[in-house]
């Protein structure tokens, strides 16, 4: 089997996604997923990648992977770093992963060597349908104060919107459909105001308003994950950790920017509850450091962020031999959803699968033929060959398509 042909798909409409798709000359096609920067990522694809990999027997993975992200004797691709390349890089990996298991006839769990568990629990990251779609300029977050009146398309099918306003609401309809772990992120707001540098007293009883409202209404039936996007600094993180200690915070995800070991360290010493990173600089050697540090429990790599599955695994491994446990990202998109179903299921230590209701009962299922099934607050992988799904066809066909392709594709 040769490669025969590399294609990025992008979709204005779901803008920062961007997809990958290997083609063999036995017409398989695998498919893989990126986040962000996307116009740049596909001119790495196609500059760089594609022509190396046009000829190369796709079931290599493990050297077709180690070119493009390190090089090997050549320096392939000279000193790849932690951004555009690393997205590009993670696409094609998946693809390849996702390649394999359909020419082997086998679900990706069990390439990576069956299933420890049948299905995984998640949490709801609590963002709403059109959250992080679009290519933006500057800070992603929709950022919404309570202190601000409800937007005119308030709805209580927007999570992101039921965080600010309505906490307990959301959290008794979380419960509903039998998922009892939420993400949100109320100190962002404050965070923004003042540079993540100090924060009042004032403020920190804002931003504690929706915990304590969720509390007060399920009592300790749902778990609450605080996220802070890496927003403070540490002696303001460090007063928000002690002022939420009596919460039962499950986790902290990234509570400052994760590149000191020893402030992540300090951090944790003050934190009740997991502390959580890093999606955004979590690498191989990054998880080593601060494995060896204890300053995190849960390693929350995103595959497509971190240089694929390959990388993941190794990740995941690393976190065994420290005894801790992972939770990979996804607020990014279906292609990591249905690789992080089969990647838990196949671990040892895989806890808890990130999800996002309003993406997987939306634009997700514009873009794949299928998803992993959530039945009762966890999860189950497909069970078809490769990932389990493809891009619907539909999908090459629309009007805001922007697609490019390196040598041949069979459609
Ligand atoms: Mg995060």
Not at 208 to 230: F, M, N, S, T
Request: net charge negative; aromatic share 8%; with cysteine.
């Amino acid at each position: 089997m040769k490669i025969v042909g590399v294609e990025t798909v992008q979709l204005a409409e779901y803008g920062n996604n961007l997809w990958v798709r290997i083609h063999t000359d036995e017409g398989a096609i695998g498919i893989g997923e990126t986040f962000r920067n996307p116009i740049s990522t596909i001119a790495y694809i196609h500059e760089t990648c594609a022509p190396f990999l046009l000829g190369k027997d796709p079931t290599q993975r493990q050297y077709l992977s180690a070119m493009i992200s390190k090089g090997i004797g050549n320096h392939f691709n000279g000193f790849p770093t932690r951004s555009v390349e690393i997205r590009g890089n993670s696409a094609i990996d998946i693809a390849l992963w996702d390649l394999c298991g359909k020419s082997l006839g086998k679900p990706l769990y069990e390439l990576l060597g069956g299933r420890i568990t049948k299905d995984i629990r998640i949490y709801n990251t609590c963002a709403g349908g059109g959250y992080n779609n679009k290519v933006r300029h500057g800070y992603n977050t929709q950022l919404i104060s309570r202190d601000d009146p409800r937007p005119d398309d308030f709805n209580e099918d927007d999570d992101l919107l039921m965080q600010v306003y309505e906490p307990a609401s959301l959290a008794e309809s979380l419960l509903v459909q039998n998922i009892n772990a939420m993400k949100i992120w109320p100190f962002d707001v404050i965070a923004l105001q003042t540079r993540g540098m100090e924060i009042s007293g004032a403020d920190i009883a804002k931003a504690i308003w929706p915990i304590e409202q969720i509390r007060k209404a399920v009592g300790d039936r749902i778990d609450i994950l605080v996220e802070y996007h890496g927003l403070w600094k540490l002696p303001a993180a460090i007063e928000i950790a002690r002022a939420l200690r009596d919460y039962n915070i499950y986790w902290h995800e990234e509570p400052i920017w994760m590149q000191n070991f020893d402030d992540i360290k300090r951090y944790k010493e003050h934190a009740s509850g997991f502390v959580t990173g890093s999606e955004n600089l979590g690498s191989l050697q990054w998880y080593r450091e601060v494995f060896q540090r204890g300053a995190i429990d849960v390693a929350n790599f995103d595959v497509i962020w971190v240089g694929g599955i390959t990388e993941a695994q190794k990740i995941a491994h690393l976190a065994e031999a420290y005894d801790r446990v992972i939770a990979p990202h996804d607020c990014t998109g279906p292609v990591t959803l249905l690789v992080n179903a089969h990647l838990l299921t196949a671990q040892p230590n895989g806890l808890i699968a990130e999800t996002v209701r309003s993406h997987l009962g939306g634009f997700y299922r514009e873009v794949v033929t299928d998803l992993p099934e959530i039945v009762n607050g966890r999860l189950t992988p497909t069970t078809a060959p490769g990932i389990g799904a493809d891009l619907l066809p539909d999908v090459l066909t629309r009007s805001d398509l922007n697609r490019k392709v390196t040598g041949q594709v069979a459609d």
